[in-house]
């Protein structure tokens, strides 16, 4: 059995399965550098936020895969990952820590933690349970 | 859709009389129901909080009901309980979704839903005015069941209610800046506009997707017929079937970001039952608005006003348990994924927001593609472009989008939208909010207060037995 990082909603079933290296993406710039870099497909995207502005350019342009920190299907990114079809997972928590987000109450090392554990890793998203979304090593 | 194979479409269930409806979620609301049993989302929600009413504004009601004045202080605790509910309904869980990295949204929000409860009452009662009355404001929502591409739509038309009361008054209670039993008046003036339009374009009694187990089913037989006739078959994993899908997924991004990441970029109605047993869901998706500044991008990318996809939908491919358009215009299905049950589909444009509806015209899948490329181009540059806005831009941005946008259309139908401008000072900062913008970053008011007040429904407080329905603010202490 692969070793599961982190777990967290799964936004729509799906039986893609995308693997790729781990990108935390902090800032606009950072999106905007790996889209112009052209390696966009190699890459799971990490990011903090639930909201979809932020990965506008890189959900347009084929995005492979998405890991938030926050959020949940109904919210704007669930909202759209589903309509392109890119396997993302939501509020993700690593297996391996009892840290969990709080809406409006998450110490910056709740995500640091996580950002420091996932980036740079070479996962695969395992999408096809109806409701938890799996973040997998693959390396 | 490996996992539904075998199984059966049981969705209708949700339509009888009996049927509570599926879970979507697994939280409770409360509100002002302290030490009673916890309210659930979805159809068995909805019964619940009718039950608790203490008038009947939440059952059908008649024209002359939607026409009269004002509404008692019961019918007014009655919408702010069942608002307070909805919008924990449909937002509870969106709300968990933390900084945007992009645009300060929660920091605009709570602007705008004080701006509005303080500015749109006088604009309001100027347009009701200037329409010769309440049937004047039912018209405007009934003008939504022969038009796509308008955003005489659920989301807007919620808005009104939902947000520039509900969350408007929900905010400044929480900020103490008002009273339970201030702004009456104010409320009613806001609350009696939102029931019209939405009664005007329903037309069934009701004023919200969610007293109908969560069904837009607004537009007349022969109108939909216009529109399905231009459907073409999808077949999934077909190069056609991605493009159409792609098309949906880019077009509704760049309508997101248009609108500073809200919801007022879209609108579905629906489901609308076909002949064959498939479901119709028409999906606005407005990506130039031409009020915005912003959107000069969209225009040099020479985009419609807003493109309408027609999505056709197989029940039994993905064995739909429940489908809900919801009041913010957004489709969700159990299971979730209802993109792979697409089987057939439509693209129209409309140029510009009053093009007549004889001039919006369809475009074929196979044409998409040219449209896909402007849509992309003009979401990377109003990507660059919002990146290098400063923070106080953002916030004063994203505010107008909801403060201007959520009313933006009646007062364009109704010809008021120059008069408030011009008389009103529409598109000025009223100065107490001015100030407000202070505020809101101190003590974790928009991260931590606005979630748990507004958006879990624990702030929306009764006006009292004692409150008059003539009460305003006599006096700032």
Redo the contacts between chains.
């Keep these: 059995m692969a070793d599961v990082l982190a777990e967290g909603y799964n ?5 893609k399965s995308p693997s790729g290296t781990v990108k935390y993406l ?4 950072d ?2 550098g790996l ?1 112009q870099s052209g390696r966009l497909a190699e890459h799971i995207l990490l ?8 990965l ?2 890189a ?3 084929g995005a492979i895969g998405v890991i ?10 669930g ?2 990952s ?4 890119t396997p993302c997972v939501m ?1 993700a928590h690593l297996t391996s820590s009892e840290s969990r ?1 709080v ?4 110490d910056p090392s709740h995500f640091e933690e996580i950002a420091k554990a996932l980036d740079g890793r070479k996962v695969r998203l395992d999408c ?1 349970d ?1 409701e938890v979304g799996r973040v997998v090593a693959d390396d | 859709m490996t996992t539904t194979e075998g199984k059966r479409a049981t969705y209708k269930q949700r339509y009888e009389e009996a049927d509570d409806g599926l879970r979507f979620q697994s939280l409770t609301y409360t509100g002002n129901f302290v030490g009673m049993e916890p309210v659930t989302d979805g159809i068995k929600g909805d019964k619940t909080m009718k039950s608790r009413a203490r008038s009947k504004v939440l059952e059908k009601v008649s024209k002359d009901d939607v026409l009269r004045d004002e509404f008692t202080i019961d019918e007014l605790n009655d919408l702010n309980n069942y608002l307070a509910w909805n919008i924990w309904d449909v937002l509870v869980m969106r709300a968990t979704e933390g900084v945007s990295g992009m645009i300060p949204r929660q920091e605009y929000e709570i602007l705008a839903f004080m701006h509005e409860f303080y500015r749109w009452p006088e604009i309001l009662r100027m347009t009701t005015a200037e329409v010769g009355g309440g049937q004047g404001i039912m018209d405007i929502g009934a003008t939504a069941r022969r038009e796509i591409g308008t955003k005489v739509n659920a989301v807007h038309d919620w808005c009104i209610g939902a947000v520039g009361f509900g969350m408007g008054r929900c905010g400044l209670l929480a900020l103490e800046a008002i009273g339970p039993d201030d702004y009456v008046g104010e409320s009613n003036e806001i609350l009696k506009f939102m029931q019209r339009v939405l009664w005007g374009k329903r037309q069934d009694g009701y004023i919200l997707n969610s007293q109908d187990r969560y069904r837009c089913r607004i537009h007349e037989e022969d109108f939909l017929q216009q529109l399905t006739g231009q459907v073409e078959p999808l077949e999934n994993g077909s190069p056609k079937h991605a493009a159409f899908t792609q098309f949906n997924a880019a077009a509704e991004l760049l309508s997101f970001l248009d609108h500073y990441d809200c919801r007022l970029g879209l609108g579905d109605t629906g489901p609308y039952e076909l002949p064959d047993g498939n479901l119709l869901i028409l999906r606005d998706l407005f990506v130039n608005e031409e009020v915005f500044h912003w959107s000069d991008v969209c225009e040099d990318a020479g985009l419609p006003h807003c493109y309408t996809l027609a999505l056709v939908v197989d029940p039994e491919k993905m064995a739909l348990e429940e489908i809900r358009v919801n009041d913010i215009s957004t489709t969700f299905t159990r299971p979730k994924n209802y993109i792979e049950a697409i089987v057939g589909g439509a693209v129209f444009a409309r140029e510009k927001w009053n093009t007549p509806m004889g001039e919006v015209y369809p475009i074929k899948i196979d044409d998409l593609g040219e449209h896909l490329g402007r849509v992309q181009q003009a979401t990377l540059k109003l990507y660059t472009k919002t990146s290098r806005m400063c923070r106080r831009d953002l916030i004063w941005n994203g505010q107008y989008v909801y403060y201007i946008d959520m009313i933006l259309p009646h007062l364009r139908l109704a010809g008021t939208y120059d008069k408030a401008c011009r008389d009103y000072d529409l598109w000025e900062i009223d100065q107490r909010v001015a100030n407000y913008y202070y505020d809101i970053t101190k003590r974790g008011f928009a991260q931590e207060t606005v979630p748990s007040k507004i958006f879990s429904g624990a702030g929306y407080l009764p006006f009292s037995d004692k409150a008059s329905l003539r009460n305003s603010k006599g006096r700032w202490l």
């Design positions: 936004v729509f079933d799906t039986a902090e800032s606009p710039a999106v905007i889209i990011v903090q936020g639930g909201t979809t502005t932020f506008a350019p959900l347009s342009m938030t920190m926050s959020g949940a299907p109904e919210s704007h990114l909202i759209l589903r309509e392109f079809q509020t987000y809406v409006g109450n998450t096809t109806h």
